[in-house]
């Protein structure tokens, strides 16, 4: 009993540094497709460079993410701190931080610019002229950008604990672990802090939608063990130590559901899923199924 005491900590801290080239690749079944993607990332592979949105402003992750977002992010202090997974440019962080912000914001008026720290998280460096411009007329690491890891490669050390998180099609969209993504997010996440992501192309929780694109199938689907549909709103909400809503947002192109995960206590237990279909894309294609 000591023994495996002693042996489970070393196992899940040698997990959570594993590489960060080998950080998606769970089976070796995905390896081209893996490749492909990492290629995406970079800018290699043309027919997906224009599908690759990268900009997107704070308004439109206030129209996209599900509402209470824009009011928790304005009500945060200067003692909170907001991580964004998945942040392209990050230009919604430097709209936070614009001095426009908070002539639309009442609460950040009052505070007049004192503002949570925020933390912009990409796999591909795309930091602009702007970032740099911004970074250095805020104090020293007010902003801060980090790049070539991905969330699985960084330890609860190094990053710390959010009051707000954000994931507008980044990791949540693209990683090929969707279980041990949402795990680890919520260990980043305060007890009474919000995660604030969304899915395109998904069964909406009433099940009236269709896939966007005749012919093709969900971008990302779900399976009980025992083979029937599982819809994401439904899995997120299995989680423990959470209160999860979900919205659909049928105006976009594709349409999406937006996810709201309030961390409750810290028991969080996500249903482990096992990948079954990884498809390089923008966002990739993906099957899921709920582990026996
Ligand atoms: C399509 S861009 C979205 C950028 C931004 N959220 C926007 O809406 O403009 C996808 C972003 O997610 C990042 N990403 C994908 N998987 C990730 C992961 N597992 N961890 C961290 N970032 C990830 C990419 O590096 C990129 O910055």
Redesign the pocket.
């Known amino acids: 009993m000591v023994e495996i005491r002693k042996v489970l900590p070393l196992v899940f801290s040698m997990l959570w540094l594993t590489p960060s080239h080998a950080a998606d690749l769970p089976a070796p079944k995905f390896t081209e497709e893996f490749s492909r993607q990492e290629r995406i990332?970079r800018g290699e592979v043309e027919q997906a460079v224009e599908g690759?949105?990268?900009?997107?402003s704070l308004a439109v992750y206030a129209d996209a993410l599900a509402s209470g977002f824009d009011r928790e992010l304005a009500t945060l202090g200067p003692g909170d701190r907001w991580l964004d997974?998945?942040?392209?440019k990050a230009?919604a962080i430097l709209d936070y931080y614009a001095p426009s912000y908070d002539l639309t914001h009442a609460a950040g008026a009052q505070r007049s610019g004192s503002k949570a720290q925020a933390i912009a998280?990409?796999?591909?460096d795309?930091r602009t002229p702007l970032w740099h411009q911004t970074a250095a007329r805020l104090p020293f690491n007010q902003i801060q950008y980090l790049a070539d890891k991905?969330?699985?490669n960084y330890s609860l050390e190094e990053l710390g604990q959010f009051q707000l998180i954000t994931d507008?099609?980044?990791?949540f969209s693209?990683?090929a672990d969707l279980s041990l993504?949402m795990e680890q997010t919520l260990g980043y996440l305060k007890v009474n802090g919000s995660f604030y992501t969304a899915l395109q192309d998904i069964q909406f929780e009433d099940g009236k939608n269709r896939p966007y694109y005749q012919g093709s199938p969900f971008l990302t689907e779900l399976r009980n063990a025992d083979g029937t549909e599982l819809k994401v709103c439904a899995w997120l909400k299995r989680i423990a130590c959470a209160e999860v809503t979900c919205e659909s947002r049928a105006d976009w192109q594709p349409p999406l559901e937006a996810f709201r995960i309030r961390k409750v206590c810290n028991e969080v237990k996500v249903p482990a899923l096992d990948p079954l279909q990884y498809k390089a894309g923008?966002p990739p294609e993906r099957r899921f199924q709920v582990r026996n």
């Open positions: 990332y690759y949105t990268v900009d997107r997974i998945g942040a392209g230009q998280m990409s796999i591909e795309r991905r969330l699985r507008v099609i980044g990791g693209y990683t993504f923008t």
